[in-house]
């Protein structure tokens, strides 16, 4: 009898649970921004399955360098998530070209986004976009507010007010001017070079110019960035060749530092760990009055992994993730993560509220050397990470950095022959 | 007649080994060499013979990173080789004399560091170094060298070295292990003769001890040949696989991993990571094979 009740019951279990499997589908996300585990945790993916009971979804990110690296291991080896975090441009491009990511061109929601969102997750020709456009992130400084009325600056707008305003914070010796290091490289290249060039080479303009071949990275509008760079050495503080990324930030977050030549992706980080009030200035233009141009830099998709189990449960997740629903929890859970939808998302955050109005001031582009130019050998974006370090360093001149940066890019783009 | 019979159990047993070996690493190593002969185009993978180790080897842009990767390699070796290795053959004999105290615990306390992980090891020493938190500039300031520190691990000058002198740093017990091994297997009746013509203290351990340990520093010489050109782990540890600043702690296997499996925006590119991997199984058995036949079949050995 007790025999017969025990088997019964394991009968019903094994039951229970076969059907739970064929009813639930559990999606896994790749993703590499694990500073983001605890906003995916406790706001997105609870607000996603209130709304769709059957699907579970686990957010499973890497370490951002390791990223490209290993997702391109896990989905040769097919043990990747259903739902891939895409790279802007070619790193998903080359992802769908292999047949790793779904054509998504048929997803409703896609019609939420305009063309420039869409634009760098899209086959060159523009026929099939593969990845929903998340967010896009604003290159500029945030500074110490504290220290700037310590000091009586004011916000600097040009050029020559933004270095005075370096001179004095140095002469005064209580912060360190600016906090960046070159250790890392990429940081000289993203948060300096990227961050102020929009400026000298007039966004799109030049950087279409630059793609067309009508423009040359030894023209003097790509060439002068690092002539600004060169006078950065100054100011980053004694050390700063060995001075990574995380020191970076814990020395401005530790307020020992006035400045921080940032990315809006910094703002919840520092929203956390900063106690004392931060401001934001857009990169300074060279004299009062000139246009003013953003970096406003498309950053994250979403796609499908072509090989998912679990194609529906996949697509539902992405036509929400398209909804202005979801750009409202995303900007706001997420300050500093603009979302690209066409329906303007109301944000709360005040730092994220300074970032994004400079969209309304300024010309907005993206960085110089995402689209097409890094897809040959030399990769002109890892080259430029080298090249704005040695600007910073005094290692080369600028016109030695311009020529050699030239010359690597036309050995394999055509148009720059 | 007789005919030979099959000896059987002989393959049965040698089956498991070679089996496992085959899988894991024969194959393996054929495959990638074979990978180094193709090339993809528009996904299309596409035989080119030699063309890969060409491009690695005469292309200007290829050949100046390899080069540089090969000669820091080398560098990286040859600070091993002066530093590391002396230094563990000094430790061992120090630690081999009969009236030293506390030996046990020097020997535990400088084998450890060789059973820490190697991101452990560069997490600790980049901290150790760091400009901003380390302990590093204050010790110095501390006994008055404060205008010495420099931020090593950032200057293309002193990067690498700083670099091999934590690997030595490291792995300076595994000599020492293996000489203090050697050191123990010399009788006593051999030094004790020794002393009765008179050879004593130094003079000892050049004359006596240092000739029947010989073949023990060859073999600590090879490994160590062999162990920093597969080195990949502290450099990518510590400064990533970009190798800064500026490539000069770029060695072979950073070069070979970026290549490989591809950097940020730059792709992954197997058919010339293989190619370097190719480079580097050839560097490393020229290597071995000149001192299998150029230097151990030379080497004189002594019945103990």
């Given at each position: 009898?007790?025999?017969?009740?025990?088997?019964?019951?394991?009968?019903?279990?094994?039951?229970?649970?076969?059907?739970?499997?064929?009813?639930?589908?559990?999606?896994?996300?790749?993703?590499?921004?694990?500073?983001?585990?605890?906003?995916?945790q406790?706001?997105?993916?609870?607000?996603?399955?209130?709304?769709?009971?059957?699907?579970?979804?686990?957010?499973?990110?890497?370490?951002?360098?390791?990223?490209?690296?290993?997702?391109?291991?896990?989905?040769?080896?097919?043990?990747?998530?259903?739902?891939?975090?895409?790279?802007?441009?070619?790193?998903s491009?080359?992802?769908?070209?292999?047949?790793?990511?779904?054509?998504?061109?048929?997803?409703?929601?896609?019609?939420?986004?305009?063309?420039?969102?869409?634009?760098?997750?899209?086959?060159?020709?523009?026929?099939?976009?593969?990845?929903?456009?998340?967010?896009?992130?604003?290159?500029?400084?945030?500074?110490?507010?504290?220290?700037?009325?310590?000091?009586?600056?004011?916000?600097p707008?040009?050029?020559?007010?933004?270095?005075?305003?370096?001179?004095?914070?140095?002469?005064?010796?209580?912060?360190?001017?600016?906090?960046?290091?070159?250790?890392?490289q990429?940081?000289?290249?993203?948060?300096?070079?990227?961050n102020?060039?929009?400026?000298?080479?007039?966004?799109?303009?030049?950087?279409?110019?630059?793609?067309?071949?009508?423009?040359?990275?030894?023209?003097?509008?790509?060439?002068?960035?690092?002539?600004?760079?060169?006078?950065?050495?100054?100011?980053?503080?004694?050390?700063?060749?060995a001075q990574?990324?995380?020191?970076?930030?814990?020395?401005?977050?530790?307020?020992?530092?006035?400045?921080?030549?940032?990315?809006?992706?910094?703002?919840?980080?520092?929203?956390?760990?900063?106690?004392?009030?931060?401001?934001?200035?857009?990169?300074?233009?060279?004299?009062?009055?000139?246009?003013?141009?953003?970096?406003?830099?498309?950053?994250?998709?979403?796609?499908?992994?072509?090989?998912t189990?679990?194609?529906?449960?996949?697509?539902?997740?992405?036509?929400?993730?398209?909804?202005?629903?979801?750009?409202?929890?995303?900007?706001?859970?997420?300050?500093g993560?603009?979302?690209?939808?066409?329906?303007?998302?109301e944000l709360?955050?005040?730092?994220?509220?300074?970032?994004?109005?400079?969209?309304?001031?300024?010309?907005?582009?993206?960085r110089?050397?995402?689209q097409?130019?890094?897809?040959?050998?030399?990769n002109?974006?890892?080259?430029?990470?080298?090249?704005?370090?040695?600007?910073?360093?005094?290692?080369?001149?600028?016109?030695?950095?311009?020529?050699?940066?030239?010359?690597?890019?036309?050995?394999?783009?055509?148009?720059?022959? | 007649?007789?005919?030979?019979?099959?000896?059987?159990?002989?393959?049965?047993?040698?089956?498991?080994?070679?089996?496992?070996?085959?899988?894991?690493?024969?194959?393996?190593?054929?495959?990638?060499?074979?990978?180094?002969?193709?090339?993809?185009?528009?996904?299309?993978?596409?035989?080119?013979?030699?063309?890969?180790?060409?491009?690695?080897?005469?292309?200007?842009?290829?050949?100046?990173?390899?080069?540089?990767?090969?000669?820091?390699?080398?560098?990286?070796?040859?600070?091993?080789?002066?530093?590391?290795?002396?230094i563990?053959?000094?430790?061992?004999?120090?630690?081999?004399?009969?009236?030293?105290?506390?030996?046990?615990?020097y020997?535990?306390?400088?084998?450890?560091?060789?059973?820490?992980?190697?991101?452990?090891?560069?997490?600790?020493?980049?901290?150790?170094?760091?400009?901003?938190?380390?302990?590093?500039?204050?010790?110095?300031?501390?006994?008055?060298?404060?205008?010495?520190?420099?931020?090593?691990?950032?200057?293309?000058?002193?990067?690498?070295?700083?670099?091999?002198?934590?690997s030595?740093?490291?792995?300076?017990?595994?000599?020492?292990m293996?000489?203090?091994?050697a050191?123990?297997?010399?009788?006593?009746?051999?030094?004790?003769?020794?002393?009765?013509?008179?050879?004593?203290?130094?003079?000892?351990?050049?004359?006596?001890?240092?000739?029947?340990?010989?073949p023990?520093i060859?073999?600590?010489?090879?490994?160590?040949?062999?162990?920093?050109?597969?080195?990949?782990?502290l450099?990518?540890?510590a400064?990533?696989?970009?190798?800064?600043?500026?490539?000069?702690?770029?060695?072979?296997?950073?070069?070979?991993y970026?290549?490989?499996?591809?950097?940020?925006?730059?792709?992954?590119?197997?058919?010339?990571?293989?190619?370097?991997?190719?480079?580097?199984?050839?560097?490393?058995?020229?290597?071995?094979?000149?001192?299998?036949?150029?230097?151990?079949?030379?080497m004189?050995?002594?019945?103990?």
């Amino acid at each position: 009898m007790t025999r017969n009740t025990l088997k019964l019951a394991l009968a019903t279990t094994a039951l229970v649970a076969t059907g739970a499997y064929a009813q639930d589908a559990t999606l896994t996300i790749e993703s590499w921004r694990n500073d983001d585990l605890k906003l995916w945790q406790n706001q997105i993916i609870p607000a996603f399955e209130a709304e769709h009971p059957g699907i579970k979804v686990e957010f499973r990110p890497s370490a951002p360098a390791e990223y490209n690296a290993v997702l391109n291991s896990k989905l040769d080896a097919g043990s990747a998530g259903d739902l891939i975090t895409c790279r802007p441009f070619d790193a998903s491009l080359a992802l769908y070209d292999a047949g790793h990511l779904s054509d998504l061109s048929d997803l409703e929601a896609m019609s939420n986004f305009s063309d420039v969102a869409k634009s760098a997750w899209q086959t060159d020709d523009g026929s099939a976009s593969f990845c929903v456009p998340m967010a896009s992130v604003i290159h500029g400084f945030i500074y110490n507010k504290d220290a700037f009325e310590e000091l009586g600056l004011s916000v600097p707008e040009t050029e020559a007010e933004f270095f005075a305003a370096l001179d004095t914070i140095k002469e005064d010796g209580g912060y360190i001017p600016m906090a960046m290091g070159t250790n890392d490289q990429w940081e000289a290249a993203t948060m300096g070079y990227n961050n102020i060039g929009p400026n000298y080479w007039k966004g799109e303009e030049g950087r279409l110019a630059l793609i067309a071949g009508e423009q040359t990275l030894t023209d003097p509008e790509w060439v002068a960035p690092y002539a600004t760079l060169a006078r950065w050495g100054d100011y980053l503080g004694a050390g700063y060749e060995a001075q990574t990324y995380p020191d970076s930030q814990n020395i401005f977050t530790l307020g020992r530092a006035a400045i921080y030549p940032a990315g809006s992706w910094e703002i919840s980080g520092f929203n956390a760990q900063a106690d004392f009030e931060m401001g934001a200035f857009k990169p300074p233009v060279q004299a009062a009055g000139d246009t003013c141009y953003i970096s406003d830099h498309t950053d994250i998709g979403i796609g499908m992994n072509a090989a998912t189990d679990n194609p529906e449960a996949a697509r539902t997740f992405l036509a929400w993730v398209a909804n202005p629903e979801f750009a409202g929890i995303f900007g706001n859970a997420l300050p500093g993560f603009f979302p690209l939808s066409k329906t303007p998302v109301e944000l709360e955050d005040p730092l994220a509220k300074e970032f994004v109005s400079w969209r309304g001031e300024c010309e907005s582009t993206i960085r110089s050397t995402y689209q097409i130019l890094s897809r040959g050998t030399p990769n002109l974006e890892n080259e430029t990470w080298g090249a704005s370090v040695a600007a910073i360093k005094g290692t080369a001149t600028p016109e030695d950095l311009g020529q050699g940066l030239q010359d690597g890019l036309a050995s394999w783009y055509e148009p720059q022959q | 007649m007789k005919q030979a019979r099959i000896r059987w159990h002989i393959l049965v047993f040698l089956a498991p080994a070679v089996f496992v070996y085959t899988a894991v690493m024969i194959f393996p190593l054929f495959n990638t060499l074979w990978l180094a002969l193709y090339t993809r185009v528009d996904q299309e993978r596409v035989f080119v013979g030699l063309e890969n180790f060409r491009t690695l080897f005469f292309d200007p842009i290829w050949a100046e990173q390899f080069w540089n990767a090969l000669g820091n390699n080398f560098w990286f070796f040859l600070v091993h080789m002066l530093v590391q290795n002396p230094i563990g053959v000094a430790l061992a004999a120090l630690l081999s004399h009969p009236r030293l105290r506390f030996a046990a615990l020097y020997r535990s306390a400088i084998f450890i560091p060789t059973i820490l992980s190697f991101v452990i090891v560069g997490f600790a020493w980049k901290l150790i170094l760091s400009p901003i938190w380390g302990i590093a500039p204050s010790m110095l300031d501390a006994v008055g060298l404060g205008s010495l520190y420099a931020p090593w691990l950032g200057k293309e000058e002193y990067a690498l070295t700083t670099l091999a002198l934590v690997s030595v740093w490291q792995f300076v017990g595994i000599p020492m292990m293996l000489i203090y091994a050697a050191l123990l297997t010399i009788p006593e009746e051999i030094l004790e003769a020794g002393e009765v013509d008179g050879i004593t203290g130094m003079a000892a351990f050049w004359k006596i001890k240092l000739p029947l340990i010989l073949p023990s520093i060859g073999i600590i010489s090879i490994l160590t040949f062999v162990g920093n050109f597969n080195a990949f782990d502290l450099i990518y540890a510590a400064q990533g696989a970009l190798a800064g600043p500026d490539f000069s702690t770029d060695i072979l296997g950073t070069f070979m991993y970026r290549t490989f499996f591809g950097f940020q925006l730059q792709l992954g590119d197997p058919h010339m990571g293989s190619a370097i991997a190719g480079a580097m199984f050839a560097i490393i058995l020229v290597g071995v094979c000149i001192y299998l036949f150029g230097i151990q079949t030379r080497m004189r050995r002594y019945q103990l």
